[in-house]
């Protein structure tokens, strides 16, 4: 059964909503977890890394102000995109580890498809 | 800084051939590891095999089977007889020593497999 699991999976909004994505890792706690963007038919980009009780790392090129990152606890990370605009298009996804199971892959969530209208 | 790259944007076989799904990657660390994911059109990731930098072992699971060559910086995913629903995005990514909570992925760009019938 999935580990991390995301929410919404799809979202259609208005140009200058916000809107909100939860990660929550279901069966171990995370204390970091990643966010990733993949825009149609290309790969996927690391946009930034969520730290449990600290700020986010976010990657190169990534507005820290646009992409907000919670992560409150060691179960759940969101990411709030806010005042979305249709370049903000692009299928969401992210993923967490084991920290007790060195030898398990980072699992992912099934991702969350944001259209901007 | 980490790179991997796939060289075939496609390929589209027969099914039951084999085929061959190509991944070179570059790094400076000596402890590293290789991951290939399967994305469907659904969206989501589907974890397929880990292999660390110390483990040249060839593995096969099924009619998947990999081929690590560190003297090339390789990792190749084979499919033998391949079937229609094998058909997807396949990517082939690379960590740097896994923490305890997980690691950020470098992905490459994907190889898109089309299986006809």
């Known amino acids: 059964g999935a580990v991390v699991s995301q929410h919404p999976s799809w979202v259609i909004c208005k140009s200058g909503t916000s809107v909100k994505i939860e990660c929550r890792s279901l069966d171990f706690q995370a204390t970091t977890m990643f966010w990733y963007r993949q825009f149609p038919k290309q790969s996927l980009m690391l946009m930034a890394t969520?730290?449990?009780?600290?700020?986010?790392?976010?990657e190169q090129g990534v507005e820290k102000d646009k992409f907000l990152i919670n992560h409150a606890s060691l179960t759940l990370s969101t990411l709030t995109v806010t005042s979305a605009h249709p370049e903000d298009s692009s299928f969401y996804i992210c993923?967490?580890?084991?920290?007790?199971?060195?030898?398990?892959?980072?699992?992912f969530g099934d991702g969350t498809r944001l259209s901007i209208l | 800084a980490q790179k991997v790259t796939q060289a075939q944007t496609e390929i589209s076989v027969v099914e039951k051939e084999d085929v061959t799904l190509d991944c070179v990657y570059e790094t400076r660390d000596t402890t590293y590891y290789l991951f290939w994911y399967k994305q469907p059109p659904s969206g989501e990731l589907v974890f397929l095999i880990r292999r660390n930098s110390f483990d040249e072992q060839n593995e096969i699971s099924g009619r998947y089977s990999w081929n690590f060559q560190k003297s090339t910086s390789s990792f190749n995913f084979t499919i033998t007889a391949s079937q229609v629903v094998d058909s997807a995005v396949y990517f082939c990514?690379?960590?740097?020593?896994?923490?305890?909570?997980?690691?950020?992925?470098?992905f490459g760009t994907g190889t898109q497999l089309k299986v006809e019938l």
């Open positions: 990514a690379l960590t740097v020593l896994l923490t305890g909570g997980g690691n950020k992925l470098t």
């Open positions: 993923s967490a580890g084991n920290p007790t199971g060195s030898n398990q892959p980072q699992h």
């Open positions: 969520s730290n449990e009780g600290s700020k986010a790392t976010y």
